[in-house]
T-cell receptor, first 115, second 115 residues
Framework: GNSVTQMEGPVTLSEEAFLTINCTYT??????LFWYVQYPGEGLQLLLK?????DKGSNKGFEATYRKETTSFHLEKGSVQVSDSAVYFC??????????????FGAGTRLAVHP | GAGVSQTPSNKVTEKGKYVELRCDPI?????LYWYRQSLGQGPEFLIY????????DSGLPNDRFFAVRPEGSVSTLKIQRTERGDSAVYLC?????????????FGEGSRLTVL
């Protein structure tokens, strides 16, 4: 079945460091790919998405490129801030029809950024 | 505006008891999802409602789990004869009609602990 694998955390960085969180997926067909973020005390929220191969999703300085050849969707940010400390989830859309989003999530990667 | 509201935020119960978890989606959102997040794991799909009907309940683990959405708004997840393995955070998400891939709005979750 479809699945998502992401690097284990926690990832601990100093402010202004470069961030990469790896994500690979297994899927039949061509799913859409997503990164969700969960800040402390809040619900998951969509950070960025890419709906087809070679698309780049970006938001709040974060980027991820849909790589079909390597089945990957790695999350990157050039300079992290303390406020980026959160848990990041990679996900794929197993089905999307008429507004139905059936998402498969990875296990999550906790990021801690220190001043 | 109000986001997705889930109650209770925490529930501690004893093995064998019955539990109800409530989700109040964003007003006007027609789609509603329940996910379950066990410790150290990503959210796992349980059930999807479009309006009042359960359009996909393939993620419910067994017949002890049941969910309703009688008026197409508030939803209740019901768990009978709870087991220790049911301990998890239960997440609710909603989305409006015509939403794009991945555009789910999550609540903060209900943490269920079965002793």
């Amino acid at each position: 079945g479809n699945s998502v694998t992401q690097m284990e955390g926690p990832v601990t960085l100093s402010e202004e460091a470069f961030l990469t969180i790896n994500c690979t997926y297994t899927a039949t067909g061509y799913p859409s790919l997503f990164w969700y973020v969960q800040y402390p005390g809040e619900g998951l929220q969509l950070l960025l998405k890419a709906t087809k191969a070679d698309d780049k999703g970006s938001n709040k300085g974060f980027e991820a490129t849909y790589r079909k050849e390597t089945t990957s969707f790695h999350l990157e940010k050039g300079s992290v801030q303390v406020s980026d400390s959160a848990v990041y989830f990679c996900a794929l859309s197993e089905a999307f029809s008429g507004g139905y989003n059936k998402l498969i999530f990875g296990a999550g990667t906790r990021l801690a950024v220190h001043p | 505006g109000a986001g997705v509201s889930q109650t209770p935020s925490n529930k501690v119960t004893e093995k064998g008891k019955y539990v109800e978890l409530r989700c109040d989606p964003i007003s006007g959102h027609t789609a509603l999802y329940w996910y379950r997040q066990s410790l150290g794991q990503g959210p796992e799909f349980l059930i999807y409602f479009q309006g009042t009907g359960a359009a996909d309940d393939s993620g419910l683990p067994n017949d002890r789990f049941f969910a309703v959405r009688p008026e197409g708004s508030v939803s209740t997840l019901k768990i009978q004869r709870t087991e220790r393995g049911d301990s998890a955070v239960y997440l609710c998400a909603s989305s409006p009609s015509g939403s794009g891939p991945g555009e789910l709005f999550f609540g903060e979750g209900s943490r269920l602990t079965v002793l």
